[in-house]
């Protein structure tokens, strides 16, 4: 959890790209940040979800209050509640004085719910409430008290999914899902890539350039952990590569060559494909694919799913 509190000058997230579904998103989000109501931020894992939460506070109409930033999956689910809500003296053994959840000390900011598909269910009808009444009580104590600020949310998995399937409930979505802004990953914005590298290169403790060529080729590449990715990469290459100008050659000994997107023949690769060994050679080349973007995505499963469209 990371907790930005008040009183500190609000330095407003660089955000970097121009790909139009990038900046459909900037302009919905430019709409919605003003608001006081909830948001649902949606996208892949690793596409800048947090940034844009970010960007929300900071846009909207008090970013200097605090903003918390809380990872639901790293919660544990017997400490949640008192972590949420907070906790009345003498509530459990250990609780030896009053203690504030989350949900007090983010005052009148922005409280990011991130990974809120792993919320335990014993929990989201108490969220819910406090998104309709605007209102809570800390674990033991019997005084109501009011919620101040605002909920983002976030999760890189299928809300909608998880509701049919009885494990997130169908009325918190809805209220969750008041505004909806959907992260694009690096699929949808290649032409974002080359800037954004060229970004991550200049924070570099020894900043580093890049060849035109290489540019092309991590433009090229396939990023299943998106921006994360990409910026380990570079991250990678600022600390490890003998060279502070990366050639394509140079970048090669950081990639896997074989994640790289290139024109392939299409007549060599069928010829390749009918030679996988059993009788259906569709199952083969079906499971030669997916066992390829499980590997790709470091065993992602959503992920390998938007590899394979």
Not at 12 to 18: A, L, N
Not at 96 to 117: C, K, M, Q, S, W
Request: contains cysteine; proline residues 6%; negative net charge.
């Amino acid at each position: 959890m990371r907790d930005i509190p008040a009183g500190l000058p609000a330095i407003e997230p660089r955000v970097v790209g121009r790909a139009p579904a990038f900046l459909h998103l900037l302009r919905l989000l430019d709409r919605v940040a003003h608001t006081d109501r909830a948001v649902l931020i949606s996208g892949p894992t690793g596409s800048g979800k947090e940034v844009m939460a970010q960007l929300i506070h900071h846009r909207s109409r008090d970013p200097l209050a605090p903003f918390l930033d809380i990872n639901c999956g790293a919660l544990p689910e017997h400490l949640a509640e008192a972590e949420l809500f907070g906790y009345a003296k003498g509530a459990f053994t250990g609780a030896v004085a009053n203690h504030p959840g989350f949900f007090e000390r983010v005052g009148t900011g922005t409280l990011f719910l991130d990974e809120i598909g792993e919320l335990p269910l014993s929990l989201q009808p108490k969220l819910l409430r406090v998104l309709e009444t605007r209102s809570f009580r800390p674990v033991g104590s019997t005084e109501v008290r009011r919620f101040m600020g605002r909920v983002v949310a976030a999760s890189h998995r299928d809300l909608e999914a998880l509701v049919r399937t009885g494990h997130f409930r169908e009325d918190l979505y809805y209220r969750l899902a008041v505004f909806v802004l959907d992260v694009p990953g690096l699929d949808q914005r290649r032409e974002d890539i080359p800037e954004l590298a060229t970004h991550f290169a200049s924070l570099q403790p020894r900043p580093i350039t890049f060849s035109e060529a290489a540019l092309q080729r991590l433009q090229h590449h396939a990023w299943p952990g998106n921006i994360r990715q990409l910026r380990s990469v570079v991250d990678r290459l600022g600390v490890l590569s003998e060279k502070s100008h990366i050639t394509a050659e140079e970048l090669a000994d950081f990639l896997n060559p074989q994640a790289i997107t290139e024109q392939v023949d299409p007549v060599s690769l069928a010829d390749a494909l009918l030679t996988l060994p059993g009788e259906d050679k569709l199952a083969a080349a079906e499971q030669l694919l997916i066992d390829r973007a499980m590997q790709l995505s470091e065993d992602n499963k959503s992920a390998a799913a938007r590899l394979l469209g």
